[in-house]
């Protein structure tokens, strides 16, 4: 090998070896920041002394939540507990669930819950109820419409198929909690108690939602021609990640803060 040779080989090791230092020195700054993050996340929880805008930036997910409580934008640098009481929210309950929609390993315990005013619960969740089928939902319809339109038959026959069974699935699903579970809580809130229902069977008819929605994700990715409104798909898809995620929180406040907050009723009478 020339000397010309051995140079720009070393020289290309000598690059390599840089730039592996320098992949190493990113990935552990990476994780180094990844952690501290995840550190204050999970160390601290929202308060009623936070500023308002403050929580937002820090989820900025939460702002989905505001028209369900008729909080508007504009807050300035009020408190948390501020805000909530210029519109007549519970603070401590609107704390409960965005630190719940926050912290992934947030969960209060049942004596926790029994603190907290929970009568604004059904409201919240009876406005995410309207905000998925007549907000979120439409959305994706009218995306999913122009998406069926310019494909072949076959194709849009399917994709139109299996937004209408999840479309169905997430009527069905609200309906009997808004029929035979929420009338329930609110006759326990009053004192009435029922031996022909109780919390347990919501619990074991809880259905999941999302599998359909996974089934038409992958038809979006996957299988449809890459030369088909691309744009138009990568739109659907972002409201279709963003309600699968709100789908995702709201499950987890129905199955892991109202159905133990409603046995402590059954158990002890209304709060």
């Not at 230092?21 to 501290?36: A, D, G, K, N, P």
């Not at 709201?250 to 907050?261: D, G, R, S, T, V």
Request: hydrophobic letters at 40%; proline letters at 2%.
């Amino acid at each position: 090998m020339s000397v010309d040779g051995v140079f720009k080989k070393h020289l290309f090791f000598l690059r390599l070896a840089e730039n592996c230092v320098f992949v190493e020195c990113f990935l552990l700054i990476s994780t180094y920041i990844c952690h501290q993050k995840n550190s204050i996340m999970n160390n601290t929880l929202f308060t009623a002394k936070m500023k308002f805008a403050d929580v937002l930036l820090i989820n900025n997910n939460l702002i989905l939540m505001l028209s369900r409580f008729g909080i508007a934008l504009g807050f300035g640098d009020k408190n948390v507990d501020e805000v909530c009481r210029q519109y007549h929210v519970s603070t401590k309950f609107f704390l409960l669930l965005s630190n719940v929609y926050t912290f992934e390993d947030y969960l209060p315990t049942k004596s926790e819950l029994m603190q907290i005013d929970m009568k604004e619960m059904i409201p919240y969740l009876l406005a995410s109820h309207d905000y998925y089928l007549n907000e979120r939902l439409q959305v994706i319809e009218q995306n999913m419409q122009i998406i069926t339109q310019s494909c072949s038959l076959g194709n849009g026959a399917v994709l139109q198929r299996f937004f209408s069974e999840y479309k169905e699935e997430v009527i069905k699903h609200f309906r009997y909690e808004e029929e035979t579970v929420f009338p329930y809580i609110k006759n326990l809130l009053r004192g009435e108690k029922s031996t022909a229902y109780n919390i347990h069977q919501f619990e074991e008819n809880h259905s999941n939602i999302e599998d359909k929605l996974t089934d038409l994700i992958n038809i979006l990715i996957k299988y449809l021609p890459s030369e088909l409104c691309q744009n138009e798909r990568i739109s659907v898809l972002s409201d279709i990640f963003i309600l699968s995620a709100d789908l995702s929180k709201h499950a987890l406040i129905e199955e892991k803060i109202l159905a133990p907050y409603v046995e402590t009723l059954e158990e002890n009478g209304s709060k």
